[in-house]
């Protein structure tokens, strides 16, 4: 069913040309931000010590480890990917038959686009980005908002808060972009990213303050 998402999608999707096509994947690739993960964990060694950076380190892989297997609930993938069977998920705009007025099944549309056989398509998509049938709730935007938050809580600094908020849009809106997922899948991972970020944030600020009630005793 054809929705304000679909619209709001065609508006923020558009053709940028290979060389923004280049940046928006790597964008969306993990490896790109392998200097961010290395400055969060210095910042907050430096900060609060070697012991409190082992429990950051713990709060968020679950963070994140959890924000990517819910997401995957609602896309029929991942650890707990059988959880709602009778939940239909939705297909990636990619593969979104009425974006491009077409009366075929999203699977069709598929082999189409991996063999880049549409002329003049309404979605624009690097071929590199063709792959995963569901969106529904966005995996990046859940992990990276649930990152997001729980560093900015844990390291009060107005330039990396920044940095984190830029990064953060970046990537969500590569996923647009690489027409991997609506602006509503984007919202909705970003709200379980930020839920369980801010859970994380809790219990760090919970065991630094009774560490500190403890230390001062």
């Excluded at 297909?91 to 491009?100: I, S, T």
Aim: aromatic share 12%; charged share 20%.
């Amino acid at each position: 069913m054809y929705t304000f998402d679909h619209d709001l999608f065609l508006t923020l999707n558009f053709d940028g040309g290979e060389a923004l096509d280049n940046v928006m994947l790597t964008i969306s690739d993990t490896p790109m931000w392998i200097p961010l993960y290395l400055l969060i964990i210095w910042l907050v060694w430096r900060d609060y010590g070697w012991k409190k950076l082992l429990l950051f380190i713990v709060l968020l892989a679950a963070a994140m480890g959890l924000a990517d297997i819910v997401a995957g609930i609602f896309k029929h993938s991942g650890l707990l990917g059988d959880l709602l069977p009778a939940f239909e998920p939705r297909f990636r705009p990619m593969f979104e038959p009425e974006l491009e007025a077409l009366a075929i099944s999203p699977d069709s549309l598929r082999v189409l686009r991996k063999g880049a056989l549409i002329a003049d398509p309404q979605v624009h998509m690097p071929l590199e980005a063709v792959g995963g049938r569901y969106g529904t709730v966005s995996a990046h935007a859940s992990t990276v908002c649930s990152l997001c938050w729980l560093a900015v809580s844990v390291i009060r600094r107005r330039w990396f808060t920044i940095l984190m908020v830029v990064s953060t849009i970046l990537i969500c809106y590569s996923r647009i972009y690489l027409a991997k997922h609506y602006p509503m899948d984007i919202f909705w991972g970003a709200l379980l990213g930020i839920l369980l970020g801010w859970i994380a944030a809790k219990i760090f600020a919970h065991y630094t303050k009774r560490r500190s009630r403890f230390a001062i005793r």
